[in-house]
């Protein structure tokens, strides 16, 4: 068997606080519906803020410089791009004509 080696990925606040934070039950209503409470979440060592990154659990790009050691092969953006339906799409143009106006010289 071939062992799996972790290197470090970025990932964004949202995913870091769904694996990271701790919850204990409070309470139960008369329908069973149990009640929690926060207890606590885990700190993140800060590597690189302000680097632009894509998360390796959501596809999203992440500014937070959060990274996280992870086998490549057991996340979904292993290496930062973006799948069909995840992350933004924006279309550049190298045209001049977007800056166009119909200003008139007036001489």
């Known amino acids: 068997m071939a062992a799996s080696s972790s290197v470090p ?10 694996e990271n934070t701790m919850w204990e039950p409070e309470s139960m209503d008369e329908n069973g519906q149990v009640f929690v409470r ?3 979440v885990g700190m ?3 590597v690189g803020a302000d680097t632009v990154e894509v998360c390796c659990m959501c596809g999203e790009l992440t500014v937070v410089g959060i990274y996280v050691l992870r086998d ?17 799409e924006v279309e550049m143009s190298d045209s001049d004509s977007d800056f166009e106006t119909d200003f008139e010289d007036d001489d």
Do not use: Q
């Open 9 to 18: 990925l970025a990932m964004c606040e949202s995913c870091w606080l769904v």
């Open 38 to 40: 926060l207890v606590g």
């Open 44 to 46: 993140p060592e800060i």
């Open 72 to 88: 490549p092969s057991t996340v979904p953006f292993p290496d930062g791009g973006e799948a069909d339906g995840f992350g933004f």
